[in-house]
Nanobody, 123 residues
């Protein structure tokens, strides 16, 4: 059974940084596009960033471009999300996901999901 486990969330002041990690198991990790999504209370899950299987192609939501950086280490089966200049509106549960399509921004295009990690940005 495929497993994606996120970590690195927490409470941070506005303007601060966090680095999220997602470790995959029982998955041919290097064959999948990896995505990060987030969901705030009462809102739909939204796309944050994605990275191609090779790591060469990344894609970001407009709201995080220039502040967040997605990367991966295929040897460690791990994808990262470096989040800088955090804002209160970035507060959400962050999920990583694995899918077959590059630049996929829709939830339905991802096949496997983690359980999420909470990020709270205090003003």
């Amino acid at each position: 059974q495929v497993q994606l486990v996120e970590s690195g969330g927490g409470l941070v002041q506005a303007g601060g940084s966090l680095r999220l990690s997602c470790v995959a198991s029982r998955l041919t990790f290097s064959a999948f596009t990896m995505g990060w999504f987030r969901q705030a209370p009462g809102k739909e899950r939204e796309f944050v960033a994605s990275i191609s299987w090779s790591g060469y192609t990344t894609y970001y939501a407009a709201s995080v471009k220039g502040r967040f950086t997605v990367s991966r280490d295929n040897d460690k089966n791990t994808v990262y999300l470096q989040m800088n200049s955090l804002k209160p509106e970035d507060s959400a549960v962050y999920y990583c996901a694995a899918g077959a399509r590059q630049r996929a921004t829709e939830v339905r295009l991802y096949d496997y999901w983690g359980r999420g990690t909470q990020v709270t940005v205090a003003s």
